[in-house]
């Protein structure tokens, strides 16, 4: 005689856990993700209270022969609540637009790498304590790709 096998539900509680256990793993992998690897971006500084309205100083040199470079990305990064302090010339030609990281603040520097769509990988450290600016954008012959100029 052949056993006769009950499918009366048995399977319903092992079911049910993994598939909470995947949700529950799912979730966490995403809080992960969006906390550390890809941080939701925003003008304001970290180490300050979250009430606080202080932004990321920073300042925006010319590295183009054009004309007007400087001020148009500064309009474009005050309107998104960054606080450009100073524009200016670079004092050579640039060929791809760089951030430069005065204070050693790399969130600071890879929101203002983001909001004008510099890679981070052309992110450079340069400490400079004489400096009261987190970081400076220099705007090289690759102008038109970055988000100010489209």
């Known amino acids: 005689m052949i056993p006769r096998i009950n499918f009366k539900g048995d399977w319903i509680k092992p079911l049910g856990v993994v598939l909470l256990a995947v949700l529950v793993i799912a979730m966490l992998g995403s809080f992960v993700y969006r906390m550390w690897v890809k941080p939701p971006v925003d003008a304001a500084r970290t180490e300050l209270p979250q009430n606080a309205a202080y932004a990321i100083q920073l300042n925006i040199l010319n590295g183009t022969s054009g004309q007007g470079m400087a001020r148009t990305a500064m309009d474009y ?8 302090v100073d524009i200016g010339n670079h004092p050579e030609i640039i060929a791809r637009s760089y951030v430069i990281d005065y204070t050693g603040d790399s969130v600071s520097a890879a929101r203002v790498a983001y909001a004008m769509g510099i890679s981070p990988a052309r ?10 600016l987190q970081c400076g954008v220099v705007i090289g012959n690759d102008y038109p790709s970055l988000k100010p100029f489209q």
């Open 77 to 84: 990064l005050r309107n998104r609540g960054f606080d450009v």
């Open 123 to 132: 992110i450079k450290t340069d400490r400079d304590s004489n400096l009261c």
